[in-house]
């Protein structure tokens, strides 16, 4: 018989779904607590982790799980999803990009976290251990950031364990529409060291990164990559019924290059999230106050444009966008 799935006393019995809160501290306002979503289903097969809002505000990922847990019924489901559709309340209701409001910690920056830490440390150990540690499979759904735009993809971090490094590689290919970056602990691709993917793969959990939207944008269309993406996990790991999606062109990503301004003033960008660009290509230009273009942008070398800066003033250095060096897959 399938057997309850039990987090602190969010308790999901066969065929339940049951949500509650998870109390990671104390502020002097009150408990920090995590919303948990357990839905067992009717019949035996994996446990799968969903997290979001690790950086809240993103948002595309965040309605994703959201509406994840609210479409898949446990009559229709093998085994059992753990879901925390907002991992970082307090980012999320302070509508903070990057790092806590409550101690200035990057939670995706500081895995394993410690039980003896700061707030966000704390949270990053509970989540660890008690959470991702539940499941035998993980994603975590991210997107760019405050002031990025970012292009769609899927990470894994090889571990050099063969049985769980090919679970890994198939997850991720099962979730992105194109590109997979999977990294290695000297790499420049993520998911790096101090993740929450990178610290549940050292825990044996198979756990990729998810990435689609960005700019603290809601687009329908970024957050159908999320629940298609994780509905092909799903399937792939026999959990719902259906197949895969298309199996379309996959490329791997090799490296990742920043093309950063020499030159300051205001910054008209022509390239656009996805473009593929060869070295010398105009990616646009920069004018200085009294309207004279100062610097033509150009690409310094080939790739997939995956994340553009989206402010449009512009000093020396200021990173403009980042481009993938990919391969096929």
Known sequence: MLSPVAIRDVHASRGEKVQGWLAIGETPSGPLRVPLVIINGNEDGPRLCLTAGVHATEYAPIEAVMRLVHTVKPSQL?????????????MFESRTGFTS????????????????????????DVMLREVIGAAEFHIDFHAGDLGEELYPFAGYSLTGRRDLDKKGE??????????????????????????????ATRNGVVSILAEAGGNATLEEDDVRVHVEGARNV????????????????????RDRIVVRATRAGLLRLTARIGDEINAGDELGEIRDVFGDVVERVCATGSGIVGLIWA???????????RYWITEPA
Not at 78 to 90: D, E, K, L
Not at 101 to 124: F, M, Q, V, W, Y
Not at 182 to 199: E, R, V, W
Not at 311 to 321: E, F, Q, R, S
């Open 311 to 321: 402010h449009k003033v512009v000093n020396t250095g200021d990173p403009i966008l």
């Open 234 to 253: 799903m399937r792939h790991l026999g959990m719902i019924d259906g197949q895969h999606g298309p199996n379309g062109h996959r490329v791997a990503a």
């Open 170 to 199: 198939a997850l991720a290919r099962a979730f992105t529409p194109r590109l997979i970056s999977l990294s290695t602990p000297d790499s420049a691709i993520p998911p790096f060291a101090g993740s929450l993917n990178y610290a």
């Open 78 to 90: 093998r085994g059992a999803i753990i879901a925390v559709p907002v991992t970082n309340m307090r």
């Open 101 to 124: 409001p409550l101690d200035g910690l990057n939670l995706n920056k500081i895995a394993p976290g410690r039980p003896d830490g700061s707030i966000s440390e704390i949270l990053a």
